[in-house]
């Protein structure tokens, strides 16, 4: 804490004559008896009374409701969260379950020359369906199509390598049916058509 | 250079495959009558320097199709058929013999698909360096959905000579099918996308959702 010179204070007070005052102090003196002079003097303008004031802050209209609740928006506001340590960790536990979860549910890391090929049947009365091509050797039952919601429509989606595939659905371990939604044919030579699927790299 | 390595893989790879392997993957997949004559024609077809996947799939989707053996042995001759027409229309197009295997299975896939020959040497020879799988698929496609060969043939080369990618040449094919779905004629169609080669619409990506199901089948075949 800075401590002032006895003198100065005997000179503000008019007890120290100013010419009494050594020359070093003489610049403090003068600066501290101007900000003195300037508080003292009355403010500017006329002087408004209490009541005036207050009734002038009544007389001012309201703020419209946008106006208030954008300055609810900006205005800094406490907020006080009391939570006990115990429940913090099950929240950070119930945070790091999802995130694995979600995760795992991302799907398999596609190579450089995979893709994704898509089959989709509409087999209403159907137990059981099942994809079989080039893709597997033509062997039944190693691709299941799922319909989950029991709407007669079937589906699986594969990761195969980059090229061009036939493929025929096996429709309850017997029915041989090529896709219909998929407008690639080719005969295969035994009386029947397969379809086609060219699968296209994913990362390109 | 990379042709040449290409071609000594698929050789080290092809030789050894018929001896015991392709009777390996045959066995219990086709009636056992059948194997003789498949495997032969199997090994004809290595000696030729010809693809042996198609044929071994062919026997083995006979086999899992319950067909009979004759007709599976019909069917795998006739597939090699196939396969030396397509070395033939390669090489008549200017392909250097040996040729790539890949190529052949392409070129096949187009005659199969419906494609006139003629038509397939004039795409192979104007796409002089190979892969031409997506092109020969594009002009079938737009033949498939009745667009005139040559015109389909046409904007495929087009697209190739005015830089497109050849793994986005799918993309100028459903441009134009997608502007046929819009009411255009299929002249009209051609030529609004061949105004925009070589620009085209972003192709449609897997999305998250449709990855997030996906699975691997247990021994996936490589194309």
Redesign the interface.
């Known amino acids: 804490m800075n401590v002032i010179d006895q003198r100065i204070h005997q000179a503000l007070d008019g007890e120290l004559a100013a010419e009494a005052v050594p020359a070093e102090l003489r610049h403090a003196v003068a600066r501290l008896a101007a900000a003195a002079a300037l508080l003292a003097a009355p403010p500017p303008g006329p002087a408004a009374s209490l009541e005036s004031r207050v009734m002038a802050e009544i007389r001012r209209p309201a703020p419209s409701r946008a106006r208030r609740v954008m300055r609810w928006l900006v205005t800094p506001h406490s907020i006080i969260l009391r939570v006990r340590p115990a429940w913090s960790v099950a929240f950070a536990a119930v945070v790091a379950t999802l995130t694995l979860f979600t995760a795992g549910?991302?799907?398999?890391e596609?190579g450089e020359h995979e893709?994704?090929a898509?089959f989709v049947g509409r087999f209403p009365e159907a137990q059981s369906v099942h994809v079989?091509g080039?893709?597997?050797?033509?062997?039944?039952g190693?691709?299941a199509l799922e319909d989950q919601d029991h709407d007669g429509v079937w589906r699986?989606?594969?990761?195969?390598?980059?090229?061009?595939?036939?493929y025929m659905f096996v429709v309850d371990g017997e029915r041989?049916v090529p896709d219909h939604l998929e407008?690639?044919l080719?005969?295969?030579?035994?009386g029947?058509e397969?379809s086609?699927v060219?699968?296209?790299?994913?990362r390109? | 250079m990379k042709r040449w390595v290409g071609l000594a893989l698929s050789a080290c790879l092809a030789l050894p495959l018929p001896a015991q392997s392709v009777r390996g993957?045959l066995e219990g997949?086709i009636p056992s009558t059948a194997i003789p004559a498949v495997d032969s024609l199997i090994q004809f077809a290595a000696q030729e320097g010809l693809p042996t996947e198609p044929l071994i799939?062919?026997a083995?989707?006979?086999?899992?199709?319950h067909?009979a053996g004759p007709?599976i042995v019909?069917?795998v001759q006739?597939?090699l058929g196939q396969l030396r027409d397509a070395r033939d229309l390669l090489v008549r197009a200017g392909d250097q013999p040996p040729v790539l295997p890949a190529e052949m299975t392409t070129v096949a896939?187009a005659l199969?698909?419906g494609l006139p020959a003629p038509l397939v040497e004039r795409v192979v020879a104007a796409l002089a360096r190979p892969p031409r799988?997506a092109a020969m698929?594009a002009v079938?496609?737009l033949v498939?959905?009745g667009f005139d060969p040559d015109s389909a043939a046409n904007l495929i080369i087009d697209a190739v000579h005015d830089g497109v990618p050849r793994?986005r040449l799918?993309d100028v094919s459903t441009a134009a099918l997608q502007q046929v779905q819009r009411g255009r004629t299929r002249p009209e169609a051609l030529a609004i996308v061949r105004r925009q080669l070589p620009n085209l619409p972003a192709?449609a990506?897997?999305t998250?959702g449709?990855?997030?199901?996906?699975?691997?089948?247990?021994?996936?075949?490589?194309?």
């Open positions: 549910d991302q799907g398999p596609l893709g994704i898509q079989v080039t893709f597997n050797d033509w062997r039944p190693s691709i699986a989606t594969v990761v195969l390598p980059a090229g061009t595939y036939e041989w407008e690639r080719v005969a295969d030579d035994f029947r397969n086609i060219i699968v296209r790299p994913a390109r | 993957r997949r799939q062919k083995l989707e006979g086999g899992a199709k067909v007709r019909a069917a006739l597939s896939w199969r698909r799988g698929h079938a496609d498939a959905h793994e799918l192709p990506r897997p998250r449709n990855v997030a199901g996906a699975r691997r089948p247990a021994a996936p075949v490589p194309p």
